[in-house]
């Protein structure tokens, strides 16, 4: 059973959205996704500046299983990545809704995202 | 007990006196160029060298003490008389600078390695110059890149992947600086057709397939994935990886590929595993013909008689280039010669038909025992998925455990969680080599292990317990990479 904090957005590419009270938005994977991939060895960042199309190639994370792209939720300009990631890829298991973010973007646009309610729906439609 | 390495054993001042070599005086290597210091090299006598190693290759798990049934790597037995050939002396002292006219032996067996390759895949030509199986794919989409640019159509840049392939399919497409369209496979493991039409386009290079698949199923619409492909512009690129189940049987040429890689160390039984030296010999049809990467041997006559030569950049100026220093690992492909002389035409065919059987026997009899098949509607080819989730689900035991728990009963584990898109899986290939006792006790060997896990899943959690070493810390390995012996580095 995986954790789903009530404030947050989630998509079914098993990411999660937190809406900033500047307008901006975090993006890091769910508590789901980081068990699914395992121990995490490597994490690749975008440059902070970069714009991002919808459903684009935002990040990679690689495990010891196998390497997987993190796409973009939403469209816009990333204004922050976390840095620490690169020394320490584990944080997004030890902690992904927190010290694990991934991401901070300036959204251009709307997102389409599911209520934790949804996610968990949507999770127990997985598992058959 | 794990073996000390060799460094850990070293004395100053201790070493084997008759093969230290005379300093020479007048060696003609410039003062400036000669190495200060010495170099950092374990000082042994030749008995702790040779005892170090030996103890080394006793540690071996390998084809020649255990049953290696790892999927998708065609682990089959390697005959002896292979290596012996290859290591005549004829061979093995010939120098690769040496003229052609000292080297015809040689160059008459590459002739005919290309053209028996060439026979079995109904292809029309051969290049045997890339060193290994990711080599040979790069060679390959390379020179379906090099023709389209060729054509004029620079803009086809988009190589088609299903996403049950080998991972190196798409690393070899983007080193090509080709994009890469990933397609799904449907629900009986055949490529989704609907998927492939939405895919193709303007922007198609080509695909690139493994038939049989990585799912252990043989690709039933590949005439007709063939025609659109081809149709929309693109090629078809074959991995050879999954030959052995078809050799003698079906050729890649006759089902519309265009290139090919073929693994010598998998189908062609040369020894692989360890990293060892491979081969991954590329085919082409006509249309990528100009393309070969160089050298290839190439056949004529002179003075009435046979004569082998070197075709390079001046006879195919189109070509990709060279792979490798002179033209791929020259004993690696003598051993595929002699394999293939060995076993001839109708050899071939009985290598498909036995690893056929052996594989679609062993799926049965795991189904009989209650294991769950991935493809449970399908006929195994070389290779079949037995999928874990249950196990995993119910006994809190994995595909992992299992594989471990087979170290401790004398099998080398299959193939783990690839293809990635099917939970828990082991893919299972285990060869034409292996006789029919053999696999049963592979059976019984996996079934024991659920027998344990049902009683004490702690105990099959924590295996291998045999083996020099137990489970080794693979995230700890990939963070914190430490390959290099250097002083003063600690013992573990």
Redesign the interface.
Known sequence: MSELPGDLRYTDEHEWLRQEEDGSVTIGITDHAQMALGDLVYVELPEVGQEMEPGGEMAVVESVKAASDVYAPIGGEVTAINEELSDDPEKINADPYGDGWIVRMQPSGDSETMSPGEYQTFLDGLED | MSEQLIFERSRSGRMAAAQVPTPASDDGIPAAMRRQDAPILPQVSELQAVRHYTRLSQQNFSIDTHFYPLGSCTMKYNPRICNSLALLPGFAGRHPLGPESHGQGFLACMYDLQEMLAAVTGMEEFSLTPMAGAQGELAGVAMIRAYHVANGNEERDEIIVPDAAHGTNPATATMCGCKVKEIATGPDGDVDIEALKATLGPNTAGIMLTNPSTLGVFERRIMEISELVHDAGGLLYYDGANLNAILGKARPGDMGFDVIHLNLHKTFSTPHGGGGPGSGAVGVGETLKPFLPVPVVGKGKRKGEDYYHWLTETELPQSIGRLSGFMGNAGVLLRAYVYMRLVGRDGMRRIAEFATLNANYLEKRLKEAGFELAFPARRASHEFIVTLKNEAKELQVNAMDFAKALLDKGFHAPTT?FP?LVPECLLIEPTESETKEMVDRFVDALVEIREEAKTDAEQVKGAPYTTPVRRLD??KA??QLDLVWHPGAPSD
């Open positions: 969680y990635l693979d995230v990939a963070r």
